[in-house]
């Protein structure tokens, strides 16, 4: 399957195309060619294109860019439709030394929607840190995903699980993406307020596994 990361340039979206590149080709999307052709370099197998050139040629496209540039989106409308669209992005702010949920309401993954009406959206790997995927090997954790159908779910979770040690849990529609973007500063300000390293999630079940 050919995925197309943008924003895989930065830091979170680099560490999620090397381990979506473990089952998949992939193609780092940035709004510099140039830039997204030196990032592939270190990802074998991998291509750097432009957003545009990068989402007509994937099947899935993920979002990790800045909150701040998600208005790029709506220009992607038309080669997007059809696609599996996954959110990554997570709308911070930094207010009174704490990051806070800087959306008065509604979440990223729902805006993105928005802007892409023909595709299917969800969110999928909002509550990770890149330090964990920058590893060769993950450390077992849940990602939670949220979209609109079932449908929809099982295409997300199936890219989750071809990044080994990865859990995807079923949060339901996509309008729960407003909690699962806001528990990104939690984790974050657990982290810092502990003085521990970076933070993951994990949820213990009594019965099940989840998969």
Known sequence: MKVAVLGGTGEMGS??????????????GS???????EAARSIAGAEGL??????QKADVVVFAIPYSALGEAARLS????????????????????L????????????????LLPGSRVATAFNNVSALFFKTDEVVPMDILVAA?????YEEAANLVRGIPNLRPLYAGPLSEARIVERITPLILNLSRLNKTKSLATK???????GK
């Open 203 to 209: 949820f213990v079940a009594t019965e099940g596994n």
């Open 99 to 114: 990051l806070k949920f800087a959306k008065a309401d509604g979440s990223a993954a729902e805006e993105l929607a928005s």
């Open 31 to 37: 709004r510099d060619p140039a830039r997204a052709s």
């Open 78 to 97: 038309g080669p997007a439709t059809g696609k599996l669209v996954i959110s990554a992005v997570n709308p911070l702010k930094l207010e009174g030394g």
């Open 15 to 28: 560490a999620i195309a090397k381990q979506l590149s473990r089952s998949n080709q992939v193609i780092i």
């Open 148 to 152: 609109d159908s079932k449908e929809t």
């Open 50 to 55: 432009g957003y545009l050139e990068a989402v």
